[in-house]
């Protein structure tokens, strides 16, 4: 059974040469990163693991107050023994579940969220989004649903339309009563036929603009691609 925060222990066997010393944040990520941590390592702060893809498994009773484990996506698995006191980070981690009641305090992004949102993205509806009051929250649910699904459920508003090489592209926006438009550009590949769907800055007016931004472009004046891809 799990609770607290905690996954549940089981012996490890620790060596003499390991301290039994809280180790500092950073010297624990170069260890933990360089795979030599140790089983029951206790770390002083917050652990900070977020952007490595080298990371397979932590140190099996590890203690930190906060971990943030974004990024790592090929972390897929917790350890036995893991006690965090505050709350995990793990946006875009390779953790797909937990085991249920296992008191883990979620974030993503910075924002608190509960098992559903963490790992049961595809259950969440364009509706069910539209519906959420909190914005830091809405904005998380979409990054989860995808934009792409996100615009197909709930539709948008043509700001602009225009061709290039792949066919029609369109400035599409949904707005917000209380929160900053969500602005689409959808293009379609030249060369594999797949329709991309870009978030753009919401003052975007044009479709060129949009590419513009996208591809580096601060004026689209300055802009002329003799083939877009």
Known sequence: MMSNGRVPRRSVKQLASESNE?????????????????????????????????????????????????????????????????WIELAESGIRGLGAGHG??????????????????????????????????????????????????????????DQDAGGERQLVYIPFEDDEALMILKVICPSTGHTHVLRVPPYMRSCHQAAAWVAGFNNPDDYHPLIEA
């Open 104 to 161: 883990f305090v979620l974030r993503f992004r910075g924002v608190r969220v509960n098992d559903r949102i963490a790992f049961e993205s595809d259950s969440i509806t364009g509706q069910d989004i539209l519906n959420v009051e909190n914005i830091e929250l809405r904005r998380v649910l979409i990054e989860r649903l995808g934009y792409e699904t996100f615009l197909q459920q709930v539709g948008g508003l043509i700001r602009d339309r």
């Open 22 to 86: 809280p180790v500092a944040p950073e010297r624990a990520r170069k260890l933990i990163l360089e795979h030599r941590a140790w089983d029951g390592m206790r770390v002083n702060g917050h652990l900070d693991l977020s952007g490595a893809s080298q990371l397979y498994n932590l140190p099996e009773n590890l203690t930190c107050e906060t971990l943030d484990i974004s990024d790592c996506a090929n972390l897929t698995n917790l350890p036995q023994g893991l006690h965090v006191t505050h």
